[in-house]
Nanobody
Framework: QVQLVESGGGLVQAGGSLTLSCTASVNTFSIRVMGWYRQAPGKQRELVATITNGITNYADSVKGRFTISRNTAKNMLYLQMKSLKPEDTAVYYC????????WGQGTQVTVSS
């Protein structure tokens, strides 16, 4: 069983930056794919970014603004978010493993205009 805990969310003004972190309870060396998803009020959960064997993939809406990375030695996953927009407001979830994989409880990101 893999437990994931997200942190780093908060309230930020439009144009600001935040970095989310996800801590895994197990060694993530053997976990091939990890990612970030988000869910805004009244909307379905959507992919933000994934990293698979070092290869990154981003939703079009965040390309050029968000960067996903992982530190396998520390069992950590990160999401650097820059130039934040009000439409980035959502609960952000960490995901690990083959779909559907394991999920964290989420961390709220609120971007004010």
């Amino acid at each position: 069983q893999v437990q994931l805990v997200e942190s780093g969310g908060g309230l930020v003004q439009a144009g600001g930056s935040l970095t989310l972190s996800c801590t895994a309870s197990v060694n993530t060396f053997s976990i091939r794919v990890m990612g970030w998803y988000r869910q805004a009020p009244g909307k379905q959960r959507e992919l933000v970014a994934t990293i698979t064997n070092g290869i990154t993939n981003y939703a079009d809406s965040v390309k050029g603004r968000f960067t996903i990375s992982r530190n396998t030695a520390k069992n950590m996953l990160y999401l650097q978010m820059k130039s934040l927009k009000p439409e980035d407001t959502a609960v952000y979830y960490c995901n690990a493993g083959t779909w559907p994989g394991y999920w964290g409880q989420g961390t709220q990101v609120t971007v004010s205009s």
